[in-house]
């Protein structure tokens, strides 16, 4: 028989009970749109945390005194911490390094001309932009001598801008961060919110020197910094890199072979890609229960094809009887239920897409609808449609015609 | 045309074997019109049912135009039916949701017709039969008279060998039977081989040949060797 007869036959079935059909469908519809909604999600949180931490600077390394390791190495009261010298010698020594920022750090209020504003402060060096990927907007950044000597001078971030100097130009202006007087020489270009919801406007740069003496003074020791900001010209130069830095701060702190370091280095790729493991986990396993709906779909798919089986036993017979091969009569069966998984899921992907999008923009949820989740969700249809319809066909196609139309 | 010899069909009911059909040998020519009678369970639609390829006999051999159809396998049966044998059975069979023109398609798409020809022939057979305005009818908007005659017109399509009929009147009145069984005879004048199974004493009287059984065994011929 011809193969356009065989869709004909298939087809004609399914059309013959609308109803019926769109409810074997419905198990189909349900899963393809649970498991596309399901990967959208997945992706989106996916894409978030890796905006995130890509967002606090590539090919990032961050060193922070302390073996960090719970409460008992701290109280310990482990090691030297980290100073500007290393921070110097991670620059002279190490190879590949592109930018290297120690930095202070600490919430101030900051006031101007009445308006005040709470805000996260950092004593850094000029290489921090280049660390953290940030650029000047207006302005200028100060540089490593400024740093050093502790002018009081400092850089605004956009939203502090905002907030202390509404519709005017703060270059020039003088602020108050905690008791000290600053002059404002510059403001950053905008970042935006990170991908942890953070504001990476609210921020206030100033010379690591006077952060040291005039603000955070009392947390930070002499030459002392809280964070060495490591910046590696790519991602395969970080790792080496990362490895570098361990080994000459153990040098410099003299830790014994075998001794914990006092210090930690967090490598930004590793972490990415730690962040990036745990959503596609995430993902697989949303979509994985969401498959699970799929498979019932499947199963509803196989029940109501074995009923259509019984019920159409003498069709099954007549067709035999006229000519039909067992082959036609398993054809036309497994035809009939691929084809309903098939429009089940062409519609379920309506359903996911719209539902993905809809999250996103209602929600504000970054649904991520991955462009295979067209062909993808077809595929897996049309394998439960074949998977689940196999059996009912198989049985159409054994049945003995003599039997079979005898039935009532 | 037919050649059967030894022909036994037995079916295991349990541990009791029921010989539907004992020892049965006999030669059906071309352009015969055969009925064959007997008591009920006496093996008529069992026979009927190996000559048309659907059933295979437990033993005995069955030739058609010289072919050993007992040794045919599943795809080959469902090609003799197809293109050498047409049933027409008591209860008409005929799919409810097709018109009677799709009906009378139906062996044609099994032959792999072109969709054109096929309603052409289809066609042509329902006005053979006198239902040329009622092709787009359902059968449930068919009399039984017509609804065999669409039947009939079916079992015609891919131009048979053999019409096999198991009481083909057995579902109608007196008068419309009288109808189908003209319908028959017009048939056989043309040149076809028909072979008819009834109960009926009036059926089995118009044709030239009547097979009688009993215990799945013949016990009269009063055409054989004609
Ligand atoms: N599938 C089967 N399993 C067991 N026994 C069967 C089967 N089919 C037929 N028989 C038996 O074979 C015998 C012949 O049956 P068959 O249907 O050929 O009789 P028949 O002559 O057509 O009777 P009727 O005139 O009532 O239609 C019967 O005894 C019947 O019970
Ligand atoms: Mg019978």
Do not use: C
Request: no cysteine; aromatic share 6%; charged share 20%.
């Amino acid at each position: 028989m011809k193969t356009g007869d065989l869709f004909r036959f298939s087809l004609g079935a399914i059309v013959a009970h609308p109803m019926r059909s769109a409810l074997t469908a419905l198990g189909v519809v349900i899963g393809v749109a649970a498991v596309v909604m399901m990967t959208a999600i997945g992706l989106g949180a996916q894409q978030q945390v890796t905006s995130a931490i890509s967002g606090l600077g590539s090919n990032l390394l961050v060193v922070t005194p302390g073996a960090g390791r719970g409460f008992a190495a701290q109280a310990a009261g482990s090691g030297m911490g980290l100073s500007d010298r290393d921070a110097a010698a991670i620059r002279q020594q190490v190879e590949g390094v592109v930018a290297v920022s120690p930095a202070v750090r600490g919430g101030q209020q900051v006031v101007a001309q009445g308006a005040n504003w709470n805000t996260r402060v950092e004593g850094v060096t000029q290489d921090y932009l280049a660390a953290r990927d940030l650029s000047i907007a207006s302005g200028r950044m100060f540089d490593d001598r400024e740093a050093q000597q502790g002018r009081k001078i400092a850089v605004l971030g956009q939203t502090v801008a905002d907030e202390l100097f509404p519709g005017l130009d703060p270059i020039g202006q003088r602020v108050r961060i905690g008791t000290a007087p600053f002059e404002v020489i510059g403001v950053l270009a905008s970042k935006g919110q990170s991908g942890f919801g953070q504001d990476q406007d609210d921020i206030v740069l100033t010379p690591l020197q006077a952060a040291r003496s005039r603000l955070f003074g009392r947390r930070v020791k002499g030459d002392n910094v809280q964070q060495i900001y490591v910046k590696a010209a790519d991602e395969d130069a970080l790792y080496a890199m990362e490895d570098d830095v361990k080994a000459l701060l153990r040098e410099r702190h003299r830790i014994a072979p075998g001794a914990d370091d006092d210090f930690q280095v967090q490598n930004m790729a590793s972490i990415l890609e730690a962040g990036q493991q745990a959503t596609q986990t995430f993902t697989v396993l949303l979509a994985a229960v969401a498959a699970v709906s799929l498979l019932v779909g499947g199963v509803g798919i196989m029940n109501i094809m074995l009923v259509s089986v019984t019920e159409r036993t003498r069709e099954i017979g007549l067709r035999m009887a006229l000519g039909a091969r067992r082959s036609d009569v398993l054809m036309q069966f497994a035809l009939e239920s691929v084809a309903l998984s098939l429009g089940g899921g062409l519609i379920g992907l309506l359903i996911g897409v719209s539902g993905a999008l809809l999250l996103a923009r209602v929600g504000q949820w970054p649904a991520a609808v991955p462009a295979w989740a067209a062909p993808v969700s077809l595929g897996f249809s049309v394998l439960v449609g074949v998977v689940f319809g196999a059996y009912p066909a198989w049985r159409a196609a054994r049945l003995d015609p003599i039997e079979a139309l005898r039935r009532e | 045309m037919i050649e059967v010899s030894g022909l036994q069909k037995t079916y295991l009911m349990g541990e009791e074997r029921v010989a539907a059909l004992a020892d049965v040998t006999l030669s059906i020519a071309r352009g015969e019109h055969v009925a064959v009678i007997g008591p009920s369970g006496s093996g008529k639609s069992t026979l009927m049912n190996i000559l048309g390829g659907l059933d295979r006999p437990s033993a005995g051999t069955y030739r058609f135009e010289r072919e050993a159809v007992g040794e045919f396998d599943d795809d080959q049966l469902a090609d003799f039916r197809n293109r050498r044998i047409g049933f027409v059975f008591q209860s008409f069979q005929l799919l409810p949701r097709l018109s009677a023109l799709q009906n009378v398609e139906l062996p044609l798409v099994y032959a792999g017709v072109d969709p054109r020809e096929r309603r052409e022939r289809a066609a042509e057979l329902l006005g053979r039969v006198g239902l040329g305005s009622r092709m787009d009818h359902r059968p449930t908007q068919l009399s039984g008279g017509q609804q065999q005659r669409v039947a009939i017109a079916r079992a015609l399509a891919n131009g048979p060998d053999l019409l096999l009929a198991d009481e083909p009147t057995g579902a109608l009145d007196q008068a419309t039977g009288q109808e189908v069984l003209t319908l028959f005879d017009e048939l056989n004048r043309q040149g076809l081989t028909l072979l008819v199974v009834t109960h009926d004493a009036g059926v089995a009287a118009r044709a030239r040949r009547r097979i009688a059984f009993r215990d799945g065994r013949v016990v009269s011929d009063d055409g054989a060797g004609a």
